[in-house]
């Protein structure tokens, strides 16, 4: 679908990178070319992701373990990066996120501040590490990771919808600042996708997911990568400031 040497000679950070979608867009982009840093807080699974993604597509993939909501852990990241593209970073994906379900009344001040602080403030702590590195890379892209709950709000969800809500405003506003500094800023907004996560929940497996069945409210791993793909690709030169739904058909989910 992409060329694999499209990102070639590139340098990306993955955030989120130990399971599901993190590393789905982690192997899409190692597979076109581009080199990884990848990090989430386990270091084993990590680990065995990165072997995974030098071994299949032949990029380097550099495990960094770390939590989004330690500003240490984030420099160390960006410090990485910016080392592995020789003061440059051309994409980063902060894509690590956390959900709980809880209603409203029944949360405490913890619970709440805890989501916020993965989904949003670590948002915000990987764009302003990068920062320069971004910058230095003359053409930078970032995707930020929402979710269709931040458009639409759920029960249950009221911290999470809020930060995500939260990081698709972020984006806008990122955008219009970067946009001198040459970096293009978007937002990927999925519906359900079949993550380790979610097929455990719904008894549903990724495997059984025919791509070319537009009739559907599941997607695949793969689906939201190729779309980060197309988001970081000179295709989307144009393109800066939006966050781009994958959901399947609307509002068909039962
Ligand atoms: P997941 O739970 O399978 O993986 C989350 C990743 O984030 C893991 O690598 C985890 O280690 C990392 N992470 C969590 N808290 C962290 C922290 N404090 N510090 C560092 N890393 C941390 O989730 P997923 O389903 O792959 O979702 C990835 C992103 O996509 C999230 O932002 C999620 O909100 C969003 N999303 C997922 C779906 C879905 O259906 N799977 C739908 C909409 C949005």
Same mark, same amino acid.
């Given at each position: 679908m992409f060329s694999e040497d499209l990102?070639?000679?590139e340098t990306a950070v993955v955030t989120g990178a130990s399971r599901g979608l993190g590393e789905a867009i982690a192997y899409r982009l190692a597979e076109i070319g581009a080199d990884v840093v990848l990090t989430a807080r386990s270091a084993d699974r990590l680990e065995a992701v990165a072997d995974g993604i030098e071994t299949g597509t032949g990029s380097t993939a550099v495990p960094v373990p770390g939590d989004v /909501?330690?500003?240490?852990?984030?420099? /160390?990241v960006?410090? /990485?990066?910016? !080392?592995?593209? %020789?003061g440059a970073v051309d994409v980063l994906v902060a894509n690590a996120g956390a959900n709980f379900h809880a209603p409203v009344a !029944? #949360? @405490? !001040?913890?619970?709440?501040?805890?989501i916020v602080d993965i989904n949003l403030n670590g948002t915000f702590r990987y764009c302003h590490a990068l920062v320069d590195a971004l910058t230095a890379a003359d053409g930078g892209r970032v995707v930020t990771m929402s979710s269709v709950v931040g458009r639409d709000g759920a029960a249950e969800s009221?911290?999470?919808?809020?930060?995500?809500? $939260? #990081? !698709?405003a972020f984006t806008r506003s990122l955008a219009s600042e970067w946009a001198e500094r040459n970096v293009r800023v978007n937002c990927v907004r999925p519906g359900l996708v079949a993550t380790?996560?979610?097929e455990e929940n719904r008894g549903v497996t990724a495997e059984r997911i025919d791509r @070319? %069945?537009?009739? /559907?409210?599941? $997607?695949?791993p793969d689906e939201i990568a190729d779309l980060v793909a197309f988001l970081v690709s000179p295709g989307a030169s144009y393109v800066t400031g939006q966050t781009y739904t994958a959901e399947g058909v609307p509002d068909g989910a039962d």
């Open positions: 990102l070639a000679g /909501r330690e500003s240490e852990d984030v420099a /160390r960006a410090d /990485r990066a910016t !080392e592995l593209g %020789d !029944e #949360i @405490s !001040e913890n619970g709440w501040r805890t009221g911290h999470y919808a809020a930060s995500k809500s $939260g #990081i !698709e380790p996560g979610v @070319s %069945d537009v009739d /559907r409210t599941l $997607g695949h």
